[in-house]
């Protein structure tokens, strides 16, 4: 039994069983992923991510069984079962291990023991010892047959339950109602958008929508920070509902718009630009297809071979930014517009949400748009622009290394606009205008200097990092005008089902701007709130929290803001007419007479109802009817 080809066909027997094992261990695993991610994959992608799962997990398991080599020789047969159960053990432990060492979503609780080195190399052990049962009780060719077939038809029930069907419609979509395209934009200012009074940065797209429908000029994102605020567009209620304020965060169980749609007979897809929209986190609740993968072939980033790279990726770059370029997410909506059968052909509306990340930092647009607002050498030494930019964030600095001109760095963020308004235009162009309801609204600015906050968001309540484009386009039913009115993000969802005709569900808080187009007075205060980075690093250096928990309210009236702090209860008033990017505080000014001092007093009252643990319903942060008429008294709304 020693000699030298009984050893060599021994090890043959193990690796190829072992591969083997693999390749069935990765082939249910990228059958998981096609029956339970809702990805757009055609037939050729499905076989492809099958074969490369087979594949994936054949290599794993074979590379990892060369240790038994060492082993003496054993009959062919056993050598051939040892090396089959060992090729599953060798993924199981894998997938394991890359779910125990993977840090949870900020603030929300590991699962016991998580991290634990100590634990997973018991929990290791002990399934080994398992399948060692397997191995070792299994005896005789039918013993081992019925052995592996088990263990196939578990892998066959693991597969199974990873199918997440979603309900059935219990409605039909009402009579001469639209198709929806919902487009997002991440991290862009309206200040920096054509149809907000900017010549010199190209939004050809979104000004032209404007032009044709309604233009919103005081909307307000209800949180500066991706997932909270896309968290409220979509459900129709604020943090100070919902209670997430930071990415990374479950969604809470409340009705979003496309659970609504779809439950009307909508069909449902969305294609998202960001890691922060993760389906997993509830945002692909309604949608038949939710499209947020960003590899070369939709899926395989779902596969152990992937997640145990991305694993190191993410322990060498803790700071690496995941994203696609909306190049690639508008190639993939577009695709699934096309699938859409024909109205009067079996087909029916639909609702699209298409998600636009790149003017979020690092501002790297592609070429022409690199070019488009600056020429020159930004690393030239005789600029020295850039000396006043401090405390920049660790995911910017790679890009900002050397540059010298602060202009560049501004140009490139215009350029990310730009190029993010052609991938507007694109999904336009595919769309039925007159048979289409488009909604487009970013999901929050950016700071570029302002209060002292450079290329980034998330921590405050500004102007610049809340106000953002809003406009609604459907010919005929939404008027061309301009409303001044306050808007908040949770008052997207309201707004796009009362224009299609469906119910809102009471829970809502955000309300539609309908009514405006009639004439009716609109909000008398959009309301925002954050974490409050400033206060929470002062009190976790001093040891008092281990969390964030102080936070930032904000209150957009027409034409000013204002910021209240929790941890002390100071706040700042702002009057945009003047100021249009609120960074001169006026709150000593307004507070001098006695009409200011009652406008700051009570709009202090309504930001510390923001803050209330309670405050969940509407009244609680909602001005009543008389305090509308003080305000429009004191001159803080139009009349």
């Not at 029956?35 to 492809?48: H, I, P, T």
């Not at 003017?359 to 930004?378: C, I, K, S, V």
């Not at 005008?481 to 997207?492: A, H, I, M, N, Y």
Request: charge should be negative; hydrophobic fraction near 45%; proline fraction near 7%.
């Amino acid at each position: 039994m020693n000699d030298l080809p009984t050893r060599r066909l021994t090890a043959l027997a193990i690796v190829g069983a072992s591969a083997a094992a693999g390749a069935l261990f990765g082939s249910a695993e990228a059958a998981r992923v096609v029956v339970g991610e809702r990805l757009l994959l055609g037939d050729f992608q499905v076989v492809a991510l099958l074969v490369l799962g087979a594949l994936g997990g054949a290599v794993l398991s074979a590379a990892g069984s060369l240790p038994l080599l060492v082993l003496p020789p054993r009959p062919l047969g056993r050598a051939r079962w040892l090396g089959f159960v060992w090729g599953l053990f060798v993924p199981i432990v894998g997938s394991v291990g890359v779910a125990w060492f993977t840090d949870p979503p900020p603030f929300t609780e590991p699962f016991p023991l998580q991290g634990n080195v100590g634990a997973f190399a018991a929990l290791t052990v002990a399934v080994g010892l398992l399948l060692g049962v397997v191995y070792q009780g299994a005896r005789g060719a039918r013993a081992v047959g019925g052995a592996a077939l088990s263990l196939a038809v578990g892998l066959s029930a693991w597969v199974y339950a990873a199918v997440d069907p979603l309900p059935a419609p219990t409605g039909a979509v009402p009579a001469g109602a639209p198709n929806v395209l919902l487009v997002t934009l991440d991290t862009t200012r309206a200040d920096r958008v054509g149809a907000y009074g900017n010549e010199s940065v190209q939004t050809r797209a979104f000004d032209a929508l404007a032009a044709e429908g309604a233009l919103f000029t005081a909307a307000s994102a209800v949180a500066p920070v991706t997932g909270p605020s896309h968290a409220s567009m979509l459900s129709g209620r604020g943090p100070w509902d919902h209670g997430v304020l930071l990415n990374g965060v479950p969604l809470p169980e409340t009705p979003l718009l496309a659970e609504l749609l779809r439950d009307q007979g909508w069909a449902t897809g969305a294609f998202v630009s960001a890691y922060v929209l993760d389906g997993g986190l509830g945002f692909a609740r309604g949608f038949e297809v939710y499209d947020d993968d960003f590899g070369w072939l939709p899926g395989a980033s779902a596969l152990l071979p992937a997640r145990i790279a991305a694993m190191g990726r993410r322990h060498a770059d803790p700071d690496e930014v995941l994203e696609r370029r909306g190049a690639d997410t508008v190639d993939q909506a577009l695709a699934w517009i096309g699938q859409r059968p024909a109205a009067g052909r079996g087909g029916g509306a639909w609702f699209l949400w298409v998600h636009l990340f790149d003017a979020h930092g690092p501002y790297a647009p592609p070429p022409p748009y690199d070019t488009l607002y600056y020429q020159g050498d930004e690393r030239d030494p005789a600029n020295t622009s850039m000396s006043v930019v401090e405390n920049v964030a660790p995911y910017l600095k790679k890009s900002l290394l050397g540059v010298t001109d602060l202009k560049y760095v501004l140009a490139q963020y215009d350029g990310e606009v730009s190029y993010a308004d052609a991938q507007l235009a694109r999904l336009l162009g595919a769309v039925d205008t007159q048979n289409t309801l488009v909604a487009v609204m970013g999901d929050h600015g950016e700071s570029l200097g302002e209060h002292g906050v450079w290329f980034n968001h998330g921590d405050d309540v500004y102007e610049t990092s809340v106000h953002v484009p809003f406009a609604l386009r459907w010919p005929g039913r939404v008027p061309v005008t301009k409303v001044t009115s306050p808007v908040e993000g949770t008052d997207l969802t309201p707004t796009i089902l009362e224009l299609v005709g469906v119910a809102a569900p009471q829970e809502m808080t955000g309300e539609s701007v309908v009514p405006t187009f009639a004439g009716a007075p609109g909000r008398t205060i959009a309301h925002s709130m954050c974490f409050d980075r400033v206060a929470n690093l002062a009190a976790r250096k001093a040891g008092t929290i281990t969390a964030p928990t102080y936070r930032m309210a904000g209150l957009r009236g027409p034409m000013s803001r204002f910021v209240a702090r929790e941890v002390d209860g100071t706040s700042t008033y702002y009057e945009l007419g003047a100021d249009p990017l609120g960074v001169i505080e006026a709150s000593s000014t307004v507070g001098a007479t006695p009409a200011g001092a009652e406008l700051l007093s009570l709009l202090r009252g309504q930001a510390m109802a923001l803050f209330e643990g309670d405050a969940t319903s509407r009244s609680a942060i909602e001005v009543s009817a008389e305090e509308r008429q003080r305000l429009e008294a004191l001159g803080y709304m139009d009349q």
